[in-house]
T-cell receptor
Framework: DAMVIQNPRYQVTQFGKPVTLSCSQTLNHNVMYWYQQKSSQAPKLLFH???????NEADTPDNFQSRRPNTSFCFLDIRSPGLGDAAMYLC??????????????FGAGTRLSVL | GDSVTQMEGPVTLSEEAFLTINCTYTATGYPSLFWYVQYPGEGLQLLLK?????DKGSNKGFEATYRKETTSFHLEKGSVQVSDSAVYFCALLTQGGSEKLVFGKGMKLTVNP
């Protein structure tokens, strides 16, 4: 049973055309994360929400935004995608609040192509 | 800052061969350590974890021991299978304030029949 669901699995957009990726979870976890993973590289954390508190990484470009309207859903908005933004985008969740509760559960990812 | 260094590969093994993937870390305090696996076209799955020194994590025949004295968390499996073909990431969970996963660069393993 999928617990962290990302839609779509594959997304193609045009250079400069805004795109939104979605993530939902059935785990009722407090924390939701967005990572960017480029080919043959480690995932790189973009930002995360702890409940409604948004935490942006210092080196995340302003072009990337996020919304979390409720516990279950989190969105990644790329306002003006460039060719360098083509990557796999991974959503993850965790319960938060201590080491034992901080195991992160990942979705299958959305592979974004920018034409 | 905190960091993870691991063997990058790619590595190709024959079925039933012994596997070791080295992982060392640099961190303040006593981080939790993880191995994640990523099968082709999928997201990351937690393979095993250890939260304190000398803990041994194990799952699906894989093992790793948290060695504080050598700041290492090497992954081992005695006999790999074709189905173990994947990318393996070593990671640590930073401590204090906002806890985050810091990943190594990953190692691609291919197991041939």
């Amino acid at each position: 049973d999928a617990m962290v669901i990302q839609n779509p699995r594959y997304q193609v957009t045009q250079f400069g055309k805004p795109v939104t990726l979605s993530c939902s979870q059935t785990l009722n976890h407090n924390v939701m994360y967005w990572y960017q993973q480029k080919s043959s590289q480690a995932p790189k954390l973009l930002f995360h929400y702890y409940d409604k508190d948004f935490n942006n990484e210092a080196d995340t470009p302003d072009n990337f935004q996020s919304r979390r309207p409720n516990t279950s859903f989190c969105f990644l908005d790329i306002r003006s995608p460039g060719l360098g933004d083509a990557a796999m985008y991974l959503c993850a969740t965790s319960r938060g609040g201590g080491i034992a509760k901080n195991i992160q559960y990942f979705g299958a990812g959305t592979r974004l192509s920018v034409l | 800052g905190d960091s993870v260094t691991q063997m990058e590969g790619p590595v190709t093994l024959s079925e039933e061969a012994f596997l070791t993937i080295n992982c060392t870390y640099t961190a303040t305090g006593y981080p939790s350590l993880f191995w994640y696996v990523q099968y082709p076209g999928e997201g990351l799955q937690l393979l095993l974890k250890a939260t304190k020194a000398d803990d041994k994590g194990s799952n699906k025949g894989f093992e790793a021991t948290y060695r504080k004295e050598t700041t290492s968390f090497h992954l081992e499996k005695g006999s790999v299978q074709v189905s173990d073909s994947a990318v393996y990431f070593c990671a640590l969970l930073t401590q204090g304030g906002s806890e985050k996963l810091v990943f190594g660069k990953g190692m691609k393993l291919t197991v041939n029949p």
